[in-house]
């Protein structure tokens, strides 16, 4: 399921974002696809990492065969990005004012970005775009193996409410998708309790203090995710319980019944809040109700253990799952 996820999600951003479609379902080894699955291998070096929060300009700089794929990597990707910026550059001149709707058009006719700078966020948006929403699908559909009741009644509100996936007339829009309860029930528990990227880390810019522990300017701060969103103190007892249900009635939509906002800490907080968030929890309600409308999933895999590779955590052997077409959608 993991390859599969990563490969939907590549061709997504790849779509919406460069107006490029990558074409990654249809070729698993295609060199872009090929790329990223290699740098989001989980490998014990970045377990180690993970562990003692080495800074970055340590790590980066380490001789290590890790530091030297990914500088390859990058090179490639860095190389297609331009490569794109400059083909897009030329339909925008012969557009004669008719816009694409995709982020790059959007950046380019801005003109807030130079080349370089543009071809950064890109690199970024793609990497942090696809892979995280990929996990984030992988470790639902796990979740909603676990719980067949889960996934019989988000089946049951998907195929009230959207048209069957063969129907390529019908448009679903954003409206639908956030008049669906369940499915955005479901999608804020999955993200609440596996949550893709478990910790971020974060440099004082001034001296300040926390909880009244002093935080001198320069301190790298470890800001914990994942234990933000299992705290029993915040969430009560049954933190580590998959249970939509805590999304559902009035003033729980957005928060699970919480009193803080922070209580809920998949995208980060503040100014430096995921860019992509609202992409990609739509993206991630899209995808959960296209599958799980469509298929009946079970896994035998019911004690995955996850492990930390390219900064999000993910099944260590991967997730094996049983699909059954569903008919009558």
């Given at each position: 399921?993991?390859?599969?996820?990563?490969?939907?999600?590549?061709?997504?951003?790849?779509?919406?974002?460069?107006g490029q479609d990558f074409n990654s379902i249809a070729d698993p080894d295609g060199d872009l696809h090929r790329?990223?699955?290699?740098?989001?291998?989980?490998?014990?070096?970045?377990?180690?990492?993970?562990?003692?929060?080495?800074?970055?300009?340590?790590?980066?700089?380490?001789?290590?065969?890790?530091?030297?794929?990914?500088?390859?990597?990058?090179?490639?990707?860095?190389?297609?990005?331009?490569?794109?910026?400059?083909?897009?550059?030329?339909?925008?001149?012969?557009?004669?004012?008719?816009?694409?709707?995709?982020?790059?058009?959007?950046?380019?006719?801005?003109?807030?970005?130079?080349?370089?700078?543009?071809?950064?966020?890109?690199?970024?948006?793609?990497?942090?775009?696809?892979?995280?929403?990929?996990?984030?699908?992988?470790?639902?559909?796990?979740?909603?193996?676990?719980?067949?009741?889960?996934?019989?009644?988000?089946?049951?509100?998907?195929?009230?409410?959207?048209?069957?996936?063969?129907?390529?007339?019908?448009?679903?829009?954003?409206?639908?998708?956030?008049?669906?309860?369940?499915?955005?029930?479901?999608?804020?528990?999955?993200?609440?309790?596996?949550?893709?990227?478990?910790?971020?880390?974060?440099?004082?810019?001034?001296?300040?203090?926390?909880?009244?522990?002093?935080?001198?300017?320069?301190?790298?701060?470890?800001?914990?995710?994942?234990?933000?969103?299992?705290?029993?103190?915040?969430?009560?007892?049954?933190?580590?319980?998959?249970?939509?249900?805590?999304?559902?009635?009035?003033?729980?939509?957005?928060?699970?019944?919480?009193?803080?906002?922070?209580?809920?800490?998949?995208?980060?907080?503040?100014?430096?809040?995921?860019?992509?968030?609202?992409?990609?929890?739509?993206?991630?309600a899209c995808i959960l109700a296209a599958i799980v409308g469509r298929f009946e999933m079970e896994t035998e895999?019911?004690?995955?253990?996850?492990?930390?590779?390219?900064?999000?955590?993910?099944?260590?052997?991967?997730?094996?799952?049983?699909?059954?077409?569903?008919?009558?959608?």
């Amino acid at each position: 399921m993991g390859s599969w996820a990563s490969r939907a999600t590549l061709d997504i951003i790849g779509v919406a974002g460069l107006g490029q479609d990558f074409n990654s379902i249809a070729d698993p080894d295609g060199d872009l696809h090929r790329i990223y699955r290699k740098l989001f291998m989980p490998s014990p070096i970045a377990r180690i990492f993970m562990i003692f929060t080495l800074p970055n300009i340590i790590v980066r700089n380490l001789p290590l065969k890790r530091n030297e794929d990914i500088t390859k990597a990058a090179l490639v990707i860095k190389k297609m990005c331009r490569n794109l910026i400059q083909a897009k550059k030329q339909m925008i001149e012969k557009a004669d004012g008719q816009l694409d709707v995709d982020i790059l058009s959007v950046a380019l006719q801005s003109g807030a970005f130079t080349e370089d700078g543009l071809v950064d966020q890109l690199m970024t948006f793609m990497a942090a775009g696809h892979e995280t929403t990929a996990v984030a699908v992988t470790h639902a559909f796990y979740l909603l193996c676990k719980h067949p009741e889960v996934q019989t009644r988000l089946r049951e509100e998907v195929r009230a409410n959207l048209p069957s996936i063969e129907d390529a007339v019908t448009a679903v829009n954003s409206d639908v998708l956030d008049s669906m309860p369940y499915l955005q029930a479901v999608s804020n528990e999955a993200l609440r309790l596996w949550v893709s990227i478990p910790l971020l880390l974060r440099e004082a810019a001034c001296n300040t203090t926390i909880a009244d522990v002093m935080i001198p300017k320069g301190t790298s701060v470890v800001i914990p995710l994942w234990a933000f969103n299992k705290s029993k103190e915040t969430w009560g007892p049954d933190a580590e319980e998959f249970k939509p249900e805590r999304w559902l009635g009035a003033g729980k939509v957005n928060t699970g019944g919480m009193a803080s906002n922070y209580a809920f800490s998949a995208f980060g907080h503040g100014p430096r809040t995921c860019i992509g968030m609202l992409f990609g929890k739509a993206e991630f309600a899209c995808i959960l109700a296209a599958i799980v409308g469509r298929f009946e999933m079970e896994t035998e895999n019911h004690n995955i253990k996850l492990v930390f590779g390219g900064g999000v955590l993910k099944p260590e052997k991967g997730m094996n799952v049983k699909m059954k077409v569903v008919d009558g959608w």
